[in-house]
């Protein structure tokens, strides 16, 4: 990391590169200030992509329909941006809105979500749970201490009440429970290293499919424990 972390909520795209730098498998993003830089976004990245509202005051994106999916040409990407912006104002008016994500769509057919808490008695406790955007319906969730290695990634994938859906279930491949258990013990180290500057961080939905799993879309909040600006490492 390079220049100053300060606290709030971080910018999607710097908080993708930092945690692709710790070796967490994250969707790439970039940000598009105007309609025709999500079009030469798209165009970069040669196929259907989402389109995501950013602003650090809607960090639940889908509640003010911040969200659109599988556009694949400059007439729904042009009218994509509008509509998100138009929408982001309606919802929250008072919100600071940096622009559009633009995000190459990204494949998976079971979802999960991984998180990091900053405790004030246990320190930097990361979980994993079954679920995406029901995880809250399901309250299928494992809670570990961090750091740890990809052994105890694996064992906390074998808690999962539903854990049998990992290795497939009505015609549905199995996923590669060692990757995402070293996902989980990246994201354990990192979070580890962090922990005087990261309050909490979500990651949800994690897609999982033939290739692996990749988070692709993250809320990452910083307060640093002391002052309000510290230096990055």
């Excluded at 003010?64 to 994509?80: F, H, I, Y």
């Excluded at 809670?143 to 808690?159: I, T, V, Y």
Aim: negative net charge; hydrophobic residues 50%.
């Amino acid at each position: 990391m390079q220049g100053w972390l300060t606290d709030g909520v971080v910018p999607s795209v710097q908080a993708t590169a930092w945690l692709q730098a710790a070796g967490v498998p994250m969707a790439a993003v970039t940000l598009a200030g105007n309609e025709a830089q999500a079009v030469a976004q798209w165009r970069e990245a040669g196929t259907a992509v989402a389109l995501k509202i950013e602003s650090p005051d809607i960090t639940h994106k889908t509640e003010v329909g911040g969200v659109l999916l599988r556009l694949d040409d400059e007439a729904a990407v042009r009218e994509g941006f509008h509509t998100l912006m138009q929408r982001a104002r309606s919802a929250a008016p008072q919100a600071r809105l940096d622009g559009v994500l633009v995000q190459p769509m990204a494949q998976g057919h079971l979802e999960l979500v991984m998180g990091v808490q900053r405790d004030p008695v246990f320190g930097m406790v990361v979980m994993v749970g079954l679920g995406g955007v029901l995880v809250e319906v399901l309250k299928d969730v494992v809670f570990r201490h961090a750091p740890f290695g990809a052994d105890e990634g694996l064992a906390m994938l074998s808690e999962l009440r539903m854990g049998a859906l990992l290795d497939g279930v009505r015609g549905q491949p199995g996923v590669d429970r060692r990757a995402l258990a070293q996902m989980l013990s990246a994201l354990s180290h990192w979070a580890a290293a962090m922990q005087p500057w990261l309050a909490e961080l979500d990651l949800n939905p994690v897609l999982v499919g033939a290739a692996g799993p990749l988070a692709v879309d993250c809320v990452m909040v910083l307060q640093h424990q002391g002052t309000n600006h510290a230096p990055a490492r």
